[in-house]
């Protein structure tokens, strides 16, 4: 069936590449797409030589194609990436197929050319997103190692000072005329490491995001106003504090515990920027919808490379032993939980200003009213169910849970967990669970306890809780925690607060 000219010349309009067809090597036939690819008017190609088209590289690549539309045998030729000039001099990749076809005119020569800009494109697009995912990889690796370098360095310090100072209580004790004082002082100094390892523990947790948060509405300038006097005393006399609190600020919503823990990382950089004395300015005000937190020191102040690296965990200045590195780290954890902000501006020799934007809240109420510490409220001869994988740790708590007058059912693990339960006769009036445990997480030991004893309430302890906390790092509705490591005070008033509430 032979077509008509109207149906060929619309198959040559309605191509989605550019078509040229030309005799020998003129131009005698394109199409739109054509005329749009290479920037030239219909009129200016026809009758030209496809040579002023083709770019000089692309004339020596393609030999054998130019041989076979000399021959001029009928049939395709075949494909081939190269490059086009355009009018504008630019040079663009094509892919461009050739085939010689027999006509009523003649034997002619159709070219089929595909504009490979948009794939190029997307190929450097993709190579540089290879690469930009190979440089990120290769610094969160960096960040990782650093941190472990980090968290070892420190935790071997304190689990020297731990080890030695235990050993020469032993040593002490077993002597054949202990003296209780020197016993007291080693376990004295064996109990500090232990607190500054527990610092270090949720200072790591702060800056991953994985600390235990309990936010509440609070006024900033009241939470400033109740460490002022301890921030006085941590950066010693030769130091002036100054602090200007804005009138009338709105509340925000953040724990409490935490603001104060910025506040105080914040001054000791600070004063270790000022080892001569100088102004510590601690301000707050609006800043649009939000809440302004600034921290401004007249100290030595850092260069912008340091200014850069300053929010890394374990990155620091200072010389060895001086200080973890977390400080800054920290406060960028504690702040981006809170949904907020910050930032640092910095001269050397100026000082440096950091700046916590937090989100401003509608509630003007602030509890911040301290009960007076109690001791915690006897027992009543409860049962306790005690599950813990760490058996020094549980024969801790047995220890604690037993001496204050409860029962005490322990297990290692939530299958031994539930496999005594089953065998015990009396009631279970509280289920004191560690959350991550080989096997079964807390959680689900609790969920299969209750289903069967409804009547048992559930406080888990963790010094990691991920798996019972929503995204933002606060509790889920119900859930009770205590946080380790925990004192026998601690364990003792969480486990009476939950057994009465």
């Known amino acids: 069936m032979e077509w008509s000219e109207e149906l060929a010349g619309g198959l040559l309009q309605a191509a989605p590449d550019a078509i040229l067809v030309m005799d020998g090597y003129t131009i005698v036939?394109?199409?739109?797409?054509?005329?749009?690819?290479?920037?030239?008017?219909?009129?200016?190609?026809?009758?030209?030589s496809i040579e002023m088209l083709v770019t000089d590289d692309a004339r020596m690549m393609l030999p054998e194609r130019r041989r076979r539309i000399d021959e001029g045998r009928p049939g395709p030729i075949g494909a081939a990436t190269s490059t086009i000039r355009r009018r504008d001099g630019t040079e663009i990749p094509v892919e461009s197929s050739v085939a010689i076809v027999d006509t009523k005119e003649g034997r002619l020569a159709v070219a089929v050319i595909r504009d490979l800009s948009e794939r190029a494109r997307a190929e450097q697009d993709k190579a540089r997103l290879r690469a930009e995912a190979h440089v990120h990889r290769s610094q969160r690796l960096e960040s990782l190692g650093q941190l472990a370098g980090g968290v070892a360095h420190d935790f071997n310090n304190m689990l020297g000072v731990i080890v030695n100072y235990a050993s020469f209580v032993i040593e002490e004790a077993?002597?054949?005329?202990?003296?209780l004082s020197a016993i007291a002082a080693d376990a004295e100094q064996v109990v500090q490491a232990g607190k500054r390892g527990t610092d270090l523990t949720h200072q790591l947790l702060s800056f991953a995001r994985r600390e235990v948060v309990r936010p509440q509405v609070m006024d900033l300038n009241t939470a400033i106003g109740e460490v002022e006097e301890m921030l006085r005393r941590s950066i010693g006399e030769h130091i002036n504090l100054i602090v200007r609190p804005a009138d009338g600020l709105p509340s925000v919503v953040c724990d409490p515990g935490q603001i104060s823990q910025v506040l105080v990382n914040l001054a000791l950089n600070a004063r270790d920027a000022m080892p001569g004395g100088g102004d510590l300015?601690?301000?707050?005000?609006?800043?649009?919808?939000?809440?302004r937190l600034r921290v401004g020191d007249s100290g030595t102040g850092m260069a912008p490379e340091v200014v850069e690296r300053a929010f890394e965990p374990f990155f620091t200045t200072k010389g060895s032993g001086a200080g973890t590195g977390l400080g800054l780290a920290t406060v960028y954890g504690i702040i981006t939980q809170a949904d907020g902000e910050v930032s640092i501006a910095s001269s050397p020799g100026v000082g440096t200003t950091v700046t916590v934007l937090?989100?401003?809240?509608s509630d003007l109420s602030y509890f911040s009213d301290k009960a007076a510490k109690l001791p915690p409220a006897p027992s009543r001869g409860e049962t306790l169910l005690v599950v813990e994988d760490e058996a020094a740790l549980r024969d801790v708590a047995g220890r604690i849970l037993s001496g204050a007058g409860y029962r005490v059912l322990a297990a290692e693990c939530g299958a031994a967990?539930?496999?005594?339960?089953?065998?015990?006769?009396?009631?279970?009036?509280?289920?004191v669970s560690d959350v991550v445990m080989p096997g079964m997480l807390g959680k689900e030991l609790a969920e299969r306890l209750v289903s069967v004893r409804p009547d048992t309430r559930v406080l888990y302890m963790s010094g990691y809780a991920q798996p019972v906390l929503h995204s933002q790092g606060t509790l889920d509705p119900g859930v009770a925690l205590l946080e380790k490591p925990f004192t026998a005070d601690d364990l003792l008033t969480a486990v009476r607060n939950r057994l009465d509430d």
């Not at 005329?35 to 009758?47: N, P, W």
């Not at 077993?174 to 003296?179: A, F, L, V, Y």
């Not at 300015?281 to 809440?291: A, F, K, M, N, P």
């Not at 967990?417 to 289920?431: K, P, Q």
């Open 29 to 48: 036939l394109v199409n739109d797409r054509a005329v749009e690819l290479y920037g030239y008017s219909r009129e200016e190609l026809l009758g030209q």
């Open 174 to 179: 077993t002597s054949p005329t202990p003296d």
């Open 281 to 291: 300015v601690i301000d707050t005000g609006r800043h649009g919808e939000q809440v």
């Open 358 to 361: 937090l989100p401003a809240s």
């Open 417 to 431: 967990a539930l496999e005594l339960a089953a065998g015990h006769d009396g009631g279970i009036d509280l289920l």
